[in-house]
């Protein structure tokens, strides 16, 4: 999927989120133009309800959550100071 397809699903997914009902369907027949792959892919996203925005697939190295995670056990840290002395 390309940046301008990704754009384009989420432009119409967020517009339907405004939308219920007989007023969401139409909206996205008329948004999609007929293109059945774009209206299955924006009717995945809403089926799945605004809880795959909710959490992040993955945590970037230093961000607030991997340090707070990161903290609460020192488990590998350890593992790789007794690793690195016993070599």
Same mark, same amino acid.
């Given at each position: 999927?390309?940046?301008?397809?990704?754009?384009?699903?989420?432009?119409?997914?967020?517009?339907? /989120? %405004?939308?219920? #009902?007989?007023?969401?369907? =139409?909206?996205?027949?008329?948004?999609?133009? &007929?293109?059945?792959?774009? @209206?299955?892919?924006?009717?995945? /996203? %809403?089926?799945? #309800?605004?809880?795959?925005? =909710?959490?992040?697939?993955?945590?970037?190295? &230093?961000?607030?959550?991997? @340090?707070?995670?990161?903290?609460?056990?020192?488990?590998?840290?350890?593992?790789?100071?007794?690793?690195?002395?016993?070599?």
């Amino acid at each position: 999927m390309t940046g301008e397809s990704w754009h384009h699903i989420s432009a119409i997914y967020n517009g339907a /989120l %405004l939308r219920a #009902g007989a007023e969401r369907a =139409a909206y996205i027949a008329e948004e999609c133009g &007929g293109n059945d792959d774009l @209206r299955r892919e924006v009717e995945l /996203l %809403l089926a799945q #309800g605004e809880s795959f925005l =909710a959490k992040p697939v993955w945590l970037a190295p &230093g961000s607030r959550s991997a @340090r707070t995670n990161s903290s609460k056990s020192s488990a590998p840290a350890a593992w790789a100071s007794s690793t690195a002395r016993s070599m």
